[in-house]
């Protein structure tokens, strides 16, 4: 089993965390939460936008997941 990498442990991992914190903040927002294809879909673009970003950046993964998060459900 791979640890990096598209199909490994830890990227599984970050889009889980992604998926749970998407759920969060549409519940706290009280918007109907979408279905688990859509959230899922959208976890990974998440996480791939964050990697993008640590990359160039040299930010923490976790950090940019929750601020990319937050600005998705806001009005």
């Known amino acids: ?6 199909d490994g442990f830890v990227r599984k991992q970050q889009i889980a965390a ?3 914190l998407l759920v969060w903040k ?4 009280g918007i109907p939460v979408p279905d688990k294809a859509f959230i899922s879909a959208q976890a990974g673009k998440i996480v791939d936008d964050a990697h ?3 990359k160039n950046t040299g930010r923490n993964v976790f950090e940019i997941l929750k601020d990319r998060v937050k600005g998705l459900t806001k009005s």
Not at 1 to 6: N, R, S, V
Not at 26 to 29: C, D, G, H, L, M
């Open 52 to 54: 993008v970003i640590a």
């Open 1 to 6: 089993m791979a640890i990096f990498g598209k």
């Open 18 to 20: 992604a998926t749970k």
């Open 26 to 29: 549409y519940e706290k927002a």
